[in-house]
Nanobody
Framework: QVQLVESGGGLVQAGGSLRLTCADS????????MGWFRQAPGKEREFVAG????????RYADSVKGRFTISRDNVKNMVYLQMNSLKPEDTAVYYC?????????????????WGQGTQVTVSS
């Protein structure tokens, strides 16, 4: 069983940084590709970043490339999202998710487990 809990959200000024953390209390964390998604008010949830099981291969949405970095620690059962150079348009609820898929897919339908989300607000 996978149980995901996000933390690290908050209010930050434009240009600032935040690091989101997603912890899994289960025993099979390394068996899953992990992803970060976000949903802004009035918008659909969108893919932000993904990382394969071993952590070697990552994938990013064009809107965050060069600013966000996803990583994971399979010993601590955690996945991270380092967000730098934040913009007001990054404001959203951020969710981590786990997928049984081999690849780090951007399709939310490929993800089997979801956290409850953490709010990120970037002020201008």
């Amino acid at each position: 069983q996978v149980q995901l809990v996000e933390s690290g959200g908050g209010l930050v000024q434009a240009g600032g940084s935040l690091r989101l953390t997603c912890a899994d209390s289960g025993r099979t964390f390394s068996s899953y590709a992990m992803g970060w998604f976000r949903q802004a008010p009035g918008k659909e949830r969108e893919f932000v970043a993904g990382i394969r099981r071993t952590g070697i291969i990552t994938r990013y949405a064009d809107s965050v490339k060069g600013r966000f970095t996803i990583s994971r620690d399979n010993v601590k059962n955690m996945v991270y999202l380092q967000m730098n150079s934040l913009k007001p348009e990054d404001t959203a609820v951020y969710y981590c998710a786990a997928s049984r898929a081999v690849i780090n897919t951007p399709n939310e339908l490929d993800y089997d487990y979801w956290g409850q989300g953490t709010q990120v607000t970037v002020s201008s």
